[in-house]
Structures are given as C-alpha cells and as structure tokens.
C-alpha cells in the first residue's frame, strides 16, 4: 500500500538495550524526518534527511543514530536506550521543502 | 531555542458552536501550517499558509497568515463530534525544520 509506514506500533524495551525504529515510504519523497512527541512539549525534530546519504540534527538529537542509504527508508537507531526515551516517535516525509508533512502513525516506545 | 505558543491548551465546546485557536511566536516564520492528530494517529495536514496575510478555507476550516508573520489563526466553524482532537499549529523558518506549537485539545460536546 502506498504511504507512509512505521514499525513497531508499539515497543518495550530495558535501559541500555539497542533499538531500532523503522519508517518506509513509498512516494519517493526527497525529505524524511523523525518527531517525538512528550506531553508538555509537542513534536520535537530529532533528526531529517533531506536526501539519501544527507541526514542533519534537529531540536534533540542526542542519544539517537540515523541512516538513510534508500531514499525509501530512514530508521532511528536508540543506541543505549534511557527512559528518557520513553515516548511516542513519529517519522515524516515531505516531497518538496516547505511543503506539509506526511506523518505516519507512530511508534509507542516504553523503555524500562 | 524557538518557540510556538499555541492556546488555549484545551477546549470544552457544545456542537454547533465555533472555534478559535491561535499560535504566537517572537520569530518570523515564512509558513504556518495546522495540523489535527487523532488518538493513535500521526497528525494530518488541514492548511498549509505561505504568503503574510494569506486567508485559507478548507470546508469548515479557516486559517489566516498574520501580516507580522510571528502568528496565526485557525477557526472551525459549527464544529461536530469528529472535530475532537489536538490541533497543531507549526512554523517553518529554516528549510526542513518546522517548529510546533503545544497543542490544543478540543472536546466536542453532542
């Protein structure tokens, strides 16, 4: 199906354990990027990608990995996860700069 | 760093009635965009705002450009059940990065 897919929808996950939060599109959109969302804060950039091969840092990149070797595919890699991490993880794509944002439908990550 | 402030945080409205949030910034932005996020979705895109003073409708929606650029409006007009939902609003400085607003929660009451 065409759009924009995330998995998991959900994740447990212990303090220090390695994880990896996948997001695939199927529009061939240039630009992809990585929200998470905390009650009090809104969405927060982690980290885009305006191109295979070009990612950039956001607001909070701290403590998170990303690739981008398709133009389809741009996982988050939690290195050594905290339970600051807790949280809801939204990835994004865009055809064009300054275009809205296609979201997906998230993943709900619970570190432990 | 920058900063939306969207209010008000949370609505309680009787069906029918209209609706008005807003968003402020201290920073010019060159596109306001609103969102509506469903429990358990992603947000989708409602308006997209390019242009200082620029008024957009999207059937019951409305959302407006603030000629100073440091804000924006959206109105529902006779809002229904479906309305409920957190809006919100971001902005667009810099290529690639939109900054949100907190969010305002709407309750619709039948």
């Known amino acids: 199906d065409a759009g924009i897919t995330q998995s998991p929808r959900y994740k447990i996950t212990e303090t220090g354990r390695q994880v990896t939060l996948m997001c695939h599109q199927t529009w061939s959109h240039s630009y992809m990027f990585w929200y998470r969302q905390d009650l009090g804060h809104g969405l927060r950039l982690i980290y885009y990608s305006a191109a295979a091969d070009i990612t950039d840092k956001g607001e909070v990149p701290d403590g998170y990995v990303v690739s981008r070797s398709k133009t389809e595919n741009f996982p988050l890699t939690l290195e050594s996860a905290t339970r600051s991490q807790t949280s809801v993880y939204f990835c994004a794509s865009s055809e064009k700069m300054g275009l809205g944002y296609t979201f997906g439908s998230g993943t709900r990550l619970t570190v432990v | 760093g920058q900063q939306l402030n969207q209010s008000p945080q949370s609505m309680f409205i009787q069906e029918g009635e209209d609706v008005s949030m807003n968003c402020t910034s201290s920073s010019i932005f060159n596109t306001w965009l609103w969102y509506k996020q469903d429990p358990g979705e992603g947000p989708v895109l409602l308006i997209a705002?390019?242009?200082?003073?620029e008024l957009t409708s999207n059937g019951r929606l409305t959302a407006q450009f603030g000629i100073t650029r440091k804000d924006s409006f959206l109105n529902i007009s006779a809002s229904i059940p479906s309305d409920v939902g957190i809006y919100f609003c971001a902005g667009q400085l810099v290529p690639g990065k939109l900054i949100f607003g907190q969010g305002t929660t709407l309750q619709v009451k039948p």
């Open positions: 705002l390019y242009k200082a003073g």
